[in-house]
């Protein structure tokens, strides 16, 4: 599972409430940890879900 944020990104923060293991807030843009996305696939997809402007995007590999 590959995950990338679009410019389209607010850093609202909604993603790292949902799962701050694999996203952090940085100069208001969230940043995915890719070494942690492994065991939290479904936090992740919660956080695509979520994101109030679609910035979240996962790749299946």
Do not use: L
Not at 21 to 37: C, G, L, M, N, Q
């Amino acid at each position: 599972m590959h995950i990338s944020i679009s410019d389209n990104c607010t850093g609202c923060g909604v993603c790292s409430t949902i799962n701050p293991e694999v996203f952090e807030i940085r100069k208001a843009f969230a940043v995915p940890d890719h070494t942690k996305v492994s065991g939290n696939e479904e936090s992740c997809m919660d956080a695509v879900f979520n994101c109030p402007v679609g910035a979240i995007h996962i790749d299946e590999f």
